[in-house]
């Protein structure tokens, strides 16, 4: 353990208690989501678990599960829907479940959604927490439930697993724990592919920190720093197990397919999924514009693009740690710059929780019963969105 770990893990007197307070209020505007989608649910005569377990991505993750690799559609337009654009850490987590409980694959997969969803809040809070404080770290948790699309927290799809493992791998960058970070990190590769992001943001950080070690030694003269080499050690391996998850899966999708390394890329170009630097959304955003009243939807995206710039700014300019800023411009610019459906966008930013910490630490300023009043408002709005969504185009 470095110093730096001891001074972290002594100033943290009990993990769980100190998060208890964004943890509840995380699972009590999840909740909320979820009696709103229940409610507008039943009176639409649908079902609620349908919509979280049994629709879209939901069920090519337990198909996968269920029968392992080797499903696709084909579509009139020529287009193939490949299982192979669906990294595997969700559905081996469906079978292992449905192997030790009587739970169904999808069973499964919402079980671990709603564990991994409260992981990804601890992490967001423990993120913000050791960046701002305690205050600051509840307000981002709090946050990140009442996204707009955050009802996908709640469904058996692989953004709460993800954002778990992209969160407290960035946590143990922060704190020194390399070979934790890196191992989380080949975690999130394994989950989804803006799990680079998360092995850029482990690289990054520990280039910079090689950098200060070597400047430090350099100041202080190398006996002053004899835990110097085990530490780089620590980093060396944690930079070399963040890229394993990710490499390991397309590489075996380009050997599975015949098409070499870039195989998978492929399998993603069946979906009419690709990155073009944002040509596609702009021409899509442009299109809206055109006609009344789809022009006011064109007007909310500009608007909505142009808060996530501004929000990157401010994290620049507040001096975020550069794990957090290059994590969060990947993921970011992935899901903004992708060719892929332009209504995925707004959950495909879920993951990108770093944005939000201007707003959490300006929340945290209020006083307690104005902070409080302004979240339970935007819950309100949020879980109505959401049982409004999912009951009508809803994800993919």
């Known amino acids: 353990m470095t110093d730096l770990e001891t001074r972290v893990v002594a100033g943290r007197p009990g993990a769980l208690r100190r998060a208890a307070p964004a943890l509840l209020g995380y699972a009590a505007v999840r909740a909320l989501g979820l009696l709103a989608l229940a409610l507008w649910s039943a009176a639409r005569d649908k079902s609620a678990y349908t919509l979280l377990t049994a629709r879209w991505d939901s069920l090519w993750y337990a198909r996968v599960a269920e029968g392992g690799y080797g499903y696709e559609v084909r579509l009139p337009n020529g287009d193939v829907h490949s299982d192979l654009a669906f990294f595997p850490l969700l559905p081996w987590l469906e079978r292992l479940g449905a192997a030790v409980s009587p739970l169904s694959y999808a069973d499964t997969g919402f079980v671990v959604s709603l564990l991994a969803s409260l992981a990804a809040a601890w992490g967001v809070f423990a993120v913000a927490d050791h960046v701002y404080g305690r205050r600051a770290g509840v307000c981002a948790a709090l946050l990140w439930a009442v996204l707009p ?190 060719s892929s459906y332009f209504g995925s966008k707004p959950r495909l930013l879920l993951p990108a929780f770093p944005l939000l910490l201007p707003l959490a630490l300006a929340l945290a300023r209020l006083r307690t019963s104005r902070s409080a009043l302004v979240v339970a408002g935007v819950a309100v709005v949020s879980a109505g969105y959401g049982a409004f969504w999912l009951n009508g185009s809803g994800p993919p």
């Open 149 to 338: 699309v955050g009802i996908v927290q709640s469904m058996a799809y692989s953004e709460s697993l993800f954002t778990a493992l992209a969160a407290w791998s960035l946590y143990a960058v922060l704190t020194g724990r390399w070979v934790t970070a890196g191992a989380l990190a080949s975690l999130a590769g394994l989950t989804r592919p803006v799990g680079l992001a998360v092995t850029a943001a482990v690289w990054v950080a520990a280039i910079a920190a090689f950098g200060r070690s070597r400047s430090g030694t350099a100041a202080r003269g190398a006996l002053s720093a004899p835990h110097a080499p085990a530490e780089g050690v620590r980093r060396v391996l944690g930079t070399l197990l963040a890229p394993l998850g990710a490499a390991g899966y397309v590489l075996w999708v380009g050997h599975r397919t015949g098409q070499g390394p870039l195989g998978y890329l492929d399998v993603q170009a069946g979906w009419r999924n690709g990155f073009d630097g944002g040509v596609s959304f702009a021409r899509f955003v442009g299109g809206k514009l055109t006609s009344f009243p789809s022009a006011l939807a064109g007007v909310g995206l500009i608007a909505g693009v142009a808060l996530l710039l501004w929000l990157y700014v401010v994290c620049v300019r507040q001096r975020q740690p550069l794990a957090l800023l290059v994590y969060a411009g990947i993921v970011a610019a992935l899901a903004l710059c992708a």
